[in-house]
């Protein structure tokens, strides 16, 4: 058990050592609570937003670490791949409930892309810093890799629908909501199919094969005791209700943050709000591989690709039928189909041999620099 902290440790600081970093960012929920029913500045109004999701999405990570660390193997994988991508999926639900479709498939598309490219990339890189290289599971990280390359093969095939017996693919700007009968079918089966994978991956991962997914654990003490069963589940439903909100407060300034900046809502799903929605994960992540735990830091970045692709994006699809104008088509742009299958070669290529250095982590930041200028300027 761990040590009481101090008597004369102040709150600030209890909170600092049980969240981290993100609960410094605390003072943006109010503050962008107070703006919204002030009818602040959209601006001002989507940067305390974006700021106040953090800090919950990273109570949301903290409580389901302490369920699971309590729920067994078993049940505890489950609760972490489950509420592991909750924060960036409340977000989407938003979002298409208010009809931005086109933001929400940047988001999913920048959320596959940033967790490769960014987190895998900064992960190798401070992860290497100081030593000549690092070793992981090759045989995990494959099996990870493999569930992505199958999702994407089926999220590329309502685009090439679209490109050949269609109207062609969206324009980055573009803001369709409705692309027929067909491709909201084949959306549909597609999604469908996605989750049944996902379900066997969950088997193969947590049951099966669940020795080959055995990534080093986090060392997660702190000077404060371990939360209990009834803390961790009050704290999960209090950290899902505080992203609703500040995702509905997010979502809401969207249209009119791009109309006044000059950029464009792709940009924003795609690289601001992907970012955004997965900053706490990110953060373990790094931290993981500079502890020399490459195994959990291949696992949280591949991993979480591979989840939004197989559990995420099918969800939205078969939400888009009760929320929002329209069904949503799993048809991204140009842009997101590229970069996607460019993050999932690399991501296959850096992990195949178990090894990784600080030099090909900078050529993985490099590579996300690249698209997010490219998707800034479409």
């Not at 503050?31 to 106040?52: E, K």
């Amino acid at each position: 058990m761990n040590a009481q902290p101090p008597a004369g440790t102040s709150l600030f600081r209890r909170l600092l050592d049980a969240a981290g970093w993100p609960v410094l960012l605390v003072v943006f929920i109010p503050i962008a609570v107070v703006l919204q029913f002030s009818g602040g500045g959209a601006i001002a109004i989507f940067i305390t937003a974006a700021l106040g999701v953090i800090p919950t999405a990273a109570l949301m990570g903290r409580a389901t670490e302490e369920l699971a660390a309590r729920s067994g193997p078993g049940i505890g994988g489950l609760l972490n791949v489950t509420f592991g991508n909750a924060p960036e999926l409340i977000i989407a639900l938003v979002a298409l409930s208010a009809g931005l479709q086109e933001v929400v498939k940047a988001s999913i598309a920048g959320s596959i892309i940033g967790n490769i490219l960014l987190v895998l990339g900064a992960a190798m890189f401070f992860g290497g810093l100081g030593r000549d290289e690092q070793k992981f599971s090759a045989r995990a990280a494959g099996a990870q890799t493999s569930m992505l390359f199958l999702a994407l093969a089926a999220i590329v095939m309502p685009a090439v629908y679209e490109m050949v017996a269609g109207t062609g693919l969206p324009g980055p700007t573009d803001v369709r909501v409705d692309y027929g009968l067909n491709v909201e079918r084949l959306s549909v089966v597609v999604a469908v199919v996605m989750l049944i994978a996902y379900v066997a991956g969950l088997i193969f991962s947590l049951k099966t094969h669940r020795r080959i997914f055995n990534p080093d654990p986090v060392d997660t003490q702190t000077i404060n005791e371990s939360w209990t069963t009834r803390k961790a589940i009050i704290a999960l439903a209090l950290a899902g209700v505080l992203v609703a909100v500040m995702s509905e407060i997010l979502v809401g300034s969207i249209e009119e943050t791009a109309r006044r900046l000059d950029i464009s809502e792709f940009f924003i799903g795609a690289i601001i709000v992907a970012i955004v929605g997965n900053a706490a994960e990110h953060w373990v992540a790094v931290l993981a591989a500079r502890k020399d735990q490459m195994n959990l830091a291949v696992n949280i970045s591949i991993g979480s690709s591979a989840q939004v692709a197989l559990f995420v994006a099918p969800v939205l699809i078969l939400f888009s039928h009760v929320l929002g104008p329209h069904p949503m088509a799993l048809v991204f742009n140009g842009f997101e189909l590229a970069a996607l299958i460019l993050a999932a070669l690399l991501a296959s290529q850096v992990t195949n041999d178990g090894r990784s250095t600080w030099f090909e982590g900078l050529q993985l930041l490099a590579v996300y620099v690249i698209i997010a200028f490219t998707f800034f300027i479409a």
